[in-house]
Nanobody, 124 residues
Framework: QVQLVESGGGLVQAGGSLRLSCAANGRTFRGYHMGWFRQAPGKEREFVAAISDSAVRTVYADSVKGRFTISRDNNKNTMYLQMNSLKSEDTGVYYC?????????????????WGQGTQVTVSS
């Protein structure tokens, strides 16, 4: 079992940057593929980015390509999401999640473990 805790959210002006962190407990973090999702008010939770267990593979939603970077440090049991050039439409609660298999990384239903989320608000 993996417990996930997000941090780093906050209020930022459009064009600014934030770095989110997702800390995991346990020694099994390096065995999980990880993803970031977000949910805006009144909308469904959507895929943002994912990274494989060894960080060799990454995938991004088209809406964040070129602006967001996902990374992980398996020695620190932590995953990151560097968000640059933020837009008002990036506003939402950001969740990190973990799953055992790489297939289906963009589907929220495929993830087994979730954090509680961290709020990101981008003012225009």
């Amino acid at each position: 079992q993996v417990q996930l805790v997000e941090s780093g959210g906050g209020l930022v002006q459009a064009g600014g940057s934030l770095r989110l962190s997702c800390a995991a407990n346990g020694r099994t973090f390096r065995g999980y593929h990880m993803g970031w999702f977000r949910q805006a008010p009144g909308k469904e939770r959507e895929f943002v980015a994912a990274i494989s267990d060894s960080a060799v593979r990454t995938v991004y939603a088209d809406s964040v390509k070129g602006r967001f970077t996902i990374s992980r440090d398996n020695n620190k049991n932590t995953m990151y999401l560097q968000m640059n050039s933020l837009k008002s439409e990036d506003t939402g609660v950001y969740y990190c999640a973990a799953k055992a298999w790489w297939n289906g990384m963009t589907s929220r239903d495929e993830y087994r473990y979730w954090g509680q989320g961290t709020q990101v608000t981008v003012s225009s």
